[in-house]
Structures are given as structure tokens and as C-alpha cells.
């Protein structure tokens, strides 16, 4: 599978519109290369170089494997999908953008799983980390976009 933002290039800074210093809207996000057997897909954002351990800033989940990708600014609350969303590290739902503290540069993985299960039947709320471990077991193919961002 491939994941790609036409926002940043793998390894390239996230523009400021898509963290906390600029509108915080996740950004726009495709794939392809889904594999036949892929019954549901996951896309998680971690920043591991968080001062106190890897911080999940999304976790959408039950995507169906038809989707190419999610729009700049996706949220379940505002668009009729069945795609869920889980309670970020930041504890709100949805996507919570980079925010690191000012120094270096911070890396943010985002990964998308192709599951070989339709639905993780997880209670709501759920935290980002939940969905990840609920996922992993099920996991049938992977793909990682990283970008960067810093304050000063």
C-alpha cells in the first residue's frame, strides 16, 4: 500500500495550517494499493518524539476499504460516513494536529492498516492507543507517511 498527502512530501514539514499554530485541520490524506482482502482500514497519527512517550494525535477506524483517501479537514461530526474516530491523546475525538514544544523538529507517522476484519466493535469513546492495539492482530497490510514539524 502507498500513503500520500498532496499537504507535505514524504519526510517534508506539515504546513502550520494542519497543527495547532495554524487552522488544526487534519490534512488531505490518499492511498491506493489496498489489498483484495482488506475488509476495513485504520489510520493512525503518532508523534514518538513526544517529551513523555509517543502521542497519538488520531486514530480513525472502520474505514471501508473502498475509500482513496480523506479530505483536508475530515471529521465524522461534520460529514455523513461511517468511518469512526477515536479520543486523542489531547482528549478530544478527532484529529489533534502537531504541537510539539519549541526545540526540534518532531517526526509524525502516519499509517494507515488494511484489516482483514470489517469493524474493531470497540465502545465509544476509544482512545487512539485502544484502536491501534485493537487493530494490530488483524493487520493484512501497512503503509507510513512521515512529516516533520517544529516551533520556534
Known sequence: MMLF???????????????CDGSDLSPPLSWSGVPAGAKSLVLIVE???APSGTFHHWAAYD???????????????HLKSPIREAENDFGKIGYGGPCPP???????????????RASLDLADPASALSVLKAAEPYAIARAELVGTYRRR
Open 47 to 49: 508523534d514518538p518524539d
Open 5 to 19: 498527502s498532496p499537504a507535505f512530501p514524504p519526510g517534508g514539514a506539515i504546513p502550520p495550517a494542519y497543527t
Open 63 to 77: 474505514i471501508p476499504p473502498s475509500f482513496k483517501g480523506l479530505p483536508k479537514g475530515y471529521s465524522e461530526a
Open 102 to 116: 519549541p526545540g526540534p523538529a518532531h517526526h509524525y507517522h502516519f499509517r494507515l492498516l488494511a484489516l482483514g
